[in-house]
């Protein structure tokens, strides 16, 4: 065992996640705008010189058909599609393929070579070019230099340097372990994939079995965890599918170690293959050999004519695998070899391939993009354009003159404001106003919580902007507290059709920024009350997103299992308070420093779910005082567990035997932790309280802004 601390004590509550929200990693400088220097580049010059290599064939590793565009293309699909919507992480940005464990993921074998054959332009086009969006933009320039227009290309995706440590792949400790579905086939959230180390399903069928109507299951469930729908889905599979082959020369057996595994020498190249040429023919990748169709550098509906209009029976490849070859003789030999065009081979299919076919929704809907090609092409098109940004967030963040003009639902569109904005007497104006209403401080900032911490960094999705939190489905989830937050929005809206009616002039003030607002002057009152004056600064315009606006069923994936710092939990969470703590708090792209001081300043301001008395160490509720560290801290209390699961206890005076106070783990996790306990006693100390106040209103303005991306 070596020293690291997770290895001593696997239990310990990783804070890590959150330490990657406080620290630049990597060599751009802060003064370094990714924008600026990607919209300096002339885009069609950068495509020109990746379509040129893209036909430039290498010795080191030959081009099948002549052309890198399928590998290209496979490289791009992967790096998005890696995306699920359970917790919004995964995905293209950052271009974190380049690292582990995604780099060395067994469905990645041999994409190590396809970003190699790229850098020399990533080299010419060095701090312009992110490889998060060359390898992107890679993917669509090789389509179109196969005969397919794409829909568009939006650029912004700055890389990361290191690999993403939120992100749990899955309980597996071996390379396409399945230990994540349940009896029924059910995927355990927030997966997105079937196995450890692939991107969606098993090519072979479940499990590695080949039964074509269980595979078409896993898939809809796979692809429903990356927001895709059946047409979707289909178009994706038959699109892809449309170029270039899969690689099963023999078996893996002859494939060395990883990337991450592999001898120094060989400088970050993987899975050296010793079998024949280690290349071209003798290519070794998923294990299933052949292609899709006679044309696999070319755009056409030949893959979707070959699965309807031909039969296919299972066969073991040449790789040890199954898979799927014309039973007639019709389209036998009937496509020239990737690297000799004057030996012909046959088509194959995937299991997943044959699954279209026997799943009687999937088979209508290629069987109208087989009558209806115009309508794959687009169907297709959108679909991909959907894969590859849908983690990028709101269209506002799309650069590059590729951008469509149309703004999809998927985007969690709102509104332009078509009228002025409220200035500072305004703002002073309706936070009096709130603050003289019958709304408590604690209605206003929970509310404004409520709204705000939707927001996913992730794939930055959520946030108040839209005030989603009166639409459906939020305005209905349990942790809102439906009754209330009726009539807490009721006196908003109220109050927000005042003053717009009260104006003679074009001045409004969106539904959006006044729960903001609310929540602002419920902290600058509260830290008056502790005597401290603190003025937050609001920046108006945020607008209101209609339900037509709003894709329900896409927005429940925001549904929190668990929000810590309202001390709420579901009865279906499965991991412990404060491991859900800490993914909410890096999901919302806070500090370790600043999820502390948050927790503490909601118990202070009593915003507590269903104004519970957990953690609640104060006589003064709404005032931001430092009472929650002090006794938390002190040791003439301790504390016991009241719940079988340990998750409340009790907060009893050690020489007298009285319960004084209820908390949960959300809370205690602040003094049992050595980390957590470390900063409260800073803020805990006779000299921490004004530091406390105003870090707090700090990481407080920080997330009801996380999603102004309009103010960047």
Same mark, same amino acid.
């Given at each position: 065992?070596?020293?690291?601390?997770?290895?001593?004590?696997?239990?310990?509550?990783?804070?890590?996640?959150?330490?990657?929200?406080?620290?630049?990693?990597?060599?751009?400088?802060?003064?370094?705008?990714?924008?600026?220097?990607?919209?300096?580049?002339?885009?069609?010059? /950068?495509?020109?010189?990746?379509?040129?290599?893209?036909?430039?064939?290498?010795?080191?590793?030959?081009?099948?058909?002549?052309?890198?565009?399928?590998?290209?293309?496979?490289?791009?699909?992967?790096?998005?599609? *890696?995306?699920?919507?359970?917790?919004?992480?995964?995905?293209?940005?950052?271009?974190?393929?380049?690292?582990?464990?995604?780099?060395?993921?067994?469905?990645?074998?041999?994409?190590?070579?396809?970003?190699?054959?790229?850098?020399?332009?990533?080299?010419?086009?060095?701090?312009?070019?992110?490889?998060?969006?060359?390898?992107?933009?890679?993917?669509?320039?090789?389509?179109?230099?196969?005969?397919?227009?794409?829909?568009?290309?939006?650029?912004?995706?700055?890389?990361?340097?290191?690999?993403?440590?939120?992100?749990?792949?899955?309980?597996?400790?071996?390379?396409?372990?399945?230990?994540?579905?349940?009896?029924?086939?059910?995927?355990?959230?927030?997966?997105?994939?079937?196995?450890?180390?692939?991107?969606?399903?098993?090519?072979?069928?479940?499990?590695?079995?080949?039964?074509?109507?269980?595979?078409?299951?896993?898939?809809?469930?796979?692809?429903?965890?990356?927001?895709?729908?059946?047409?979707?889905?289909?178009?994706?599979?038959?699109?892809?599918?449309?170029?270039?082959?899969?690689?099963?020369?023999?078996?893996?057996?002859?494939?060395?170690?990883?990337?991450?595994?592999?001898?120094?020498?060989?400088?970050?190249?993987?899975?050296?293959?010793?079998?024949?040429?280690?290349?071209?023919?003798?290519?070794?990748?998923?294990?299933?050999?052949?292609?899709?169709?006679?044309?696999?550098?070319?755009?056409?509906?030949?893959?979707?004519?070959?699965?309807?209009?031909?039969?296919?029976?299972?066969?073991?490849?040449?790789?040890?695998?199954?898979?799927?070859?014309?039973?007639?003789?019709?389209?036998?030999?009937?496509? !020239?070899?990737?690297?000799?065009?004057?030996?012909?081979?046959?088509?194959?299919?995937?299991?997943?391939?044959?699954?279209?076919?026997?799943?009687?929704?999937?088979?209508?809907?290629?069987?109208?993009?087989?009558?209806?090609?115009?309508?794959?092409?687009?169907?297709?098109?959108?679909?991909?354009?959907?894969?590859?940004?849908?983690?990028?967030?709101?269209?506002?963040?799309?650069?590059?003159?590729?951008? !469509? +003009?149309?703004?999809?639902?998927?985007?969690?569109? /709102? !509104?332009?404001?078509?009228?002025?904005?409220?200035?500072?007497?305004?703002?002073?104006?309706?936070?009096?106003?709130?603050?003289?209403?019958?709304?408590?401080?604690?209605?206003?900032?929970?509310?404004?919580?409520?709204?705000?911490?939707?927001?996913?960094?992730?794939?930055?999705?959520?946030?108040?902007?839209?005030?989603?939190?009166?639409?459906?489905?939020?305005?209905?989830?349990?942790?809102?507290?439906?009754?209330?937050?009726?009539?807490?929005?009721?006196?908003?809206?109220?109050?927000? *059709?005042?003053?717009?009616?009260?104006?003679?002039?074009?001045?409004?003030?969106?539904?959006?920024?006044?729960?903001?607002?609310?929540?602002?002057?419920?902290?600058?009152?509260?830290?008056?009350?502790?005597?401290?004056?603190?003025?937050?600064?609001?920046? !108006?315009?945020?607008?209101?997103?209609?339900?037509?606006?709003?894709?329900?069923?896409?927005?429940?994936?925001?549904?929190?299992?668990?929000?810590?710092?309202?001390?709420?939990?579901?009865?279906?969470?499965?991991?412990?308070?404060?491991?859900?703590?800490?993914?909410?708090?890096?999901?919302?792209?806070?500090?370790?420093?600043?999820?502390?001081?948050?927790?503490?300043?909601?118990?202070?301001?009593?915003?507590?779910?269903?104004?519970?008395?957990?953690?609640?160490?104060?006589?003064?509720?709404?005032?931001?005082?430092?009472?929650?560290?002090?006794?938390?801290? +002190?040791?003439?209390?301790?504390?016991?567990? /009241?719940?079988?699961?340990?998750?409340?206890?009790?907060?009893?005076?050690?020489?007298?035997?009285? /319960?004084?106070?209820?908390?949960?783990?959300?809370?205690?996790?602040?003094?049992?932790?050595?980390?957590?306990?470390?900063?409260?006693?800073?803020?805990?100390?006779?000299?921490?309280?004004?530091?406390?106040?105003?870090?707090?209103?700090?990481?407080?303005?920080?997330?009801?802004?996380?999603?102004?991306?309009?103010?960047?």
């Amino acid at each position: 065992m070596n020293g690291r601390g997770q290895d001593w004590w696997p239990n310990q509550l990783n804070l890590e996640i959150l330490d990657q929200n406080a620290r630049a990693v990597g060599p751009m400088g802060e003064e370094f705008d990714y924008a600026e220097a990607f919209e300096s580049l002339d885009l069609d010059v /950068v495509k020109a010189d990746i379509e040129e290599v893209l036909t430039d064939s290498q010795e080191w590793w030959p081009a099948d058909y002549g052309h890198y565009g399928p590998l290209m293309i496979r490289m791009a699909w992967h790096s998005a599609g *890696s995306y699920r919507t359970g917790d919004g992480r995964g995905g293209a940005a950052g271009g974190r393929q380049r690292f582990a464990p995604l780099n060395s993921w067994p469905d990645n074998v041999n994409l190590d070579k396809a970003r190699r054959l790229l850098w020399p332009v990533k080299e010419k086009y060095g701090q312009k070019l992110s490889w998060a969006d060359l390898i992107v933009l890679t993917g669509n320039v090789a389509m179109e230099s196969m005969g397919f227009e794409t829909y568009g290309f939006a650029g912004g995706r700055e890389d990361a340097y290191e690999p993403d440590k939120a992100v749990d792949w899955g309980p597996e400790e071996e390379w396409l372990g399945d230990e994540r579905h349940d009896e029924e086939g059910n995927l355990d959230e927030p997966l997105g994939a079937d196995h450890m180390g692939l991107i969606y399903v098993n090519p072979e069928g479940p499990r590695g079995e080949p039964n074509p109507r269980e595979a078409a299951d896993y898939i809809r469930q796979a692809f429903d965890r990356m927001a895709m729908n059946d047409e979707e889905t289909a178009a994706l599979i038959a699109g892809g599918h449309t170029f270039g082959k899969s690689h099963g020369a023999a078996p893996d057996e002859h494939l060395g170690a990883d990337p991450e595994e592999a001898p120094i020498d060989l400088e970050g190249m993987g899975w050296e293959n010793d079998f024949g040429s280690g290349k071209g023919d003798d290519t070794i990748t998923s294990g299933i050999e052949g292609p899709w169709t006679q044309t696999p550098t070319m755009w056409d509906t030949t893959f979707i004519d070959n699965l309807l209009d031909h039969e296919w029976e299972l066969e073991e490849g040449p790789g040890g695998a199954w898979q799927w070859t014309p039973k007639h003789e019709e389209i036998q030999d009937s496509v !020239p070899g990737a690297h000799d065009s004057s030996e012909m081979v046959d088509p194959m299919m995937l299991t997943t391939d044959v699954a279209l076919k026997k799943d009687p929704d999937y088979l209508e809907i290629i069987e109208r993009f087989q009558e209806n090609p115009d309508e794959f092409q687009e169907a297709f098109a959108k679909a991909w354009y959907k894969l590859i940004h849908r983690d990028m967030g709101p269209p506002v963040r799309f650069l590059g003159p590729e951008v !469509p +003009d149309e703004e999809m639902l998927w985007q969690d569109p /709102v !509104p332009d404001a078509d009228y002025d904005l409220v200035d500072d007497a305004a703002v002073e104006e309706l936070k009096q106003t709130l603050l003289d209403s019958e709304l408590s401080r604690s209605q206003l900032a929970k509310t404004a919580w409520a709204s705000a911490s939707t927001y996913r960094d992730s794939d930055k999705r959520g946030g108040a902007n839209g005030a989603r939190l009166r639409l459906e489905p939020q305005r209905s989830w349990d942790v809102n507290e439906p009754e209330e937050l009726a009539t807490v929005l009721e006196t908003l809206e109220g109050i927000q *059709s005042a003053f717009n009616d009260s104006r003679s002039d074009d001045v409004r003030v969106s539904l959006a920024d006044l729960i903001v607002l609310g929540g602002y002057a419920a902290v600058e009152q509260a830290a008056a009350a502790a005597g401290y004056d603190v003025e937050l600064t609001f920046e !108006p315009g945020r607008t209101d997103a209609s339900q037509e606006q709003t894709d329900v069923e896409s927005f429940q994936a925001l549904k929190p299992q668990a929000d810590g710092f309202r001390n709420y939990i579901s009865d279906d969470a499965e991991r412990s308070a404060e491991e859900l703590l800490v993914d909410k708090a890096e999901l919302l792209n806070l500090t370790t420093n600043e999820m502390t001081v948050l927790v503490a300043g909601m118990r202070e301001l009593g915003a507590n779910y269903q104004e519970a008395d957990h953690g609640v160490f104060t006589d003064n509720p709404g005032t931001l005082s430092t009472d929650f560290f002090e006794t938390l801290l +002190d040791m003439e209390y301790e504390w016991e567990p /009241v719940s079988d699961d340990e998750y409340e206890f009790e907060l009893r005076n050690r020489e007298t035997g009285d /319960v004084e106070h209820e908390t949960t783990r959300f809370d205690l996790v602040f003094g049992s932790n050595s980390r957590l306990r470390a900063i409260a006693e800073v803020y805990g100390a006779a000299d921490g309280e004004a530091q406390f106040v105003q870090e707090f209103a700090d990481a407080w303005t920080k997330v009801m802004r996380n999603d102004r991306f309009d103010l960047e």
